[in-house]
T-cell receptor
Framework: AQTVTQSQPEMSVQEAETVTLSCTYD???????LFWYKQPPSRQMILVIR??????QNATENRFSVNFQKAAKSFSLKISDSQLGDAAMYFC??????????FGTGTSLTVIP | GAVVSQHPSWVICKSGTSVKIECRSL??????MFWYRQFPKQSLMLMAT?????????EQGVEKDKFLINHASLTLSTLTVTSAHPEDSSFYIC???????????FGAGTRLSVL
């Protein structure tokens, strides 16, 4: 069964510093997609970044980048130059077809001014 | 980017009444929409998958007669919580998938409080 594990329930980072959120997953599939979604206090789920498993190059979106280790089934999110607006719950998600999404339990990120 | 609108954002109702929540994809067509439930400080739990023009597929343990889903057009899916009870109080989130893509775009959620 596919599972997504986020082992850090809470993380904190100083403003302007860098933080890495961890995510591991379990799958027997070779082609799949991984996502990081952000859920701020407004509860709106926002897509942060996505990675196709067939791509070796790590995805990057401005200050957000991932470290995708397919063999290790690891998909961590690095936030550089952290800003106050980055404070949110972050969910790692996995899907094969785009229908069934498997979400991790989330990491609550606090940004300290 | 793709926008999904969910309405209402917050609803309070009396026990025994029914509540309808709408989910609209504003700038794309969504053959598939999804309904999730989220308890405080927990992850999203998929309730059902809604396909335009056909019956929804419910996850195990979700009562299809209590949570009625209608996906009448390529841009609108509705979730009706029938005969709501306090234990149905929760945060409900919809998402939509453009075409055959593998990204889901989420609505802002609906907080349901049943008194």
């Amino acid at each position: 069964a596919q599972t997504v594990t986020q082992s850090q329930p809470e993380m904190s980072v100083q403003e302007a510093e860098t933080v890495t959120l961890s995510c591991t997953y379990d799958t027997s599939e070779s082609d799949y997609y991984l996502f990081w979604y952000k859920q701020p206090p407004s509860r709106q789920m926002i897509l942060v970044i996505r990675q196709e498993a067939y791509k070796q190059q790590n995805a990057t979106e401005n200050r957000f980048s991932v470290n995708f280790q397919k063999a290790a089934k690891s998909f961590s999110l690095k936030i550089s130059d952290s800003q106050l607006g980055d404070a949110a719950m972050y969910f790692c998600a996995y899907t094969v077809t785009g229908n069934q999404f498997y979400f991790g339990t989330g990491t609550s990120l606090t940004v300290i001014p | 980017g793709a926008v999904v609108s969910q309405h209402p954002s917050w609803v309070i109702c009396k026990s025994g009444t029914s509540v309808k929540i709408e989910c609209r994809s504003l700038d794309f067509q969504a053959t598939t929409m999804f309904w999730y439930r989220q308890f405080p400080k927990q992850s999203l739990m998929l309730m059902a998958t809604s396909n335009e023009g056909s019956k929804a597929t419910y996850e195990q343990g979700v009562e299809k007669d209590k949570f009625l889903i209608n996906h009448a057009s390529l841009t609108l899916s509705t979730l009706t919580v029938t005969s709501a009870h306090p234990e149905d109080s929760s945060f409900y989130i919809c998402s939509a998938r453009p075409g055959a893509g593998n990204i889901q775009y989420f609505g802002a959620g609906t907080r349901l409080s049943v008194l």
